[in-house]
């Protein structure tokens, strides 16, 4: 089973910017359904953004147009670039394949 680990997370103003990396210990290549969920104290987990069944990127109307998920198949890896940054978007970051967490996440705190 290809487990995932988390990274790229910190302490953040808002307005700024952070990537995160989730790489994975097996090849990602043939994973179609893959993305980003997040969860704050007190609330739900909920999907930043995914690739879903091999199509088009998908976002949580919440973080269109400020976030951007990409992968790279050669380097197992995950990608959440985060620009503009909001206080609302503290929580720890998770990445998920087929819509399970397999990793520990990564803490990603917006605050002046």
């Known amino acids: 089973q290809v487990q995932l680990v988390e990274s790229g997370g910190g302490l953040v103003q808002p307005g700024g910017s952070l990537r995160l990396s989730c790489t994975a210990s097996?090849?990602?290549?043939?994973?179609?359904?893959i993305g980003w969920y997040r969860q704050a104290p007190g609330k739900q987990r909920e999907l930043v953004a995914g690739?879903?069944?091999?199509?088009?990127?998908h976002y949580a109307d919440s973080v269109k147009g400020r976030f951007t998920i990409s992968r790279d198949n050669a380097k197992n890896t995950l990608y959440l670039q985060m620009n503009s940054l909001k206080v609302e978007d503290t929580a720890v970051y998770y990445c998920?394949?087929?819509?399970?967490?397999r990793g520990k996440g990564t803490q990603v705190t917006v605050s002046s």
């Open positions: 998920a394949i087929d819509r399970v967490i």
């Open positions: 690739f879903i069944g091999g199509g088009t990127a």
């Open positions: 097996g090849s990602i290549s043939s994973i179609y359904t």
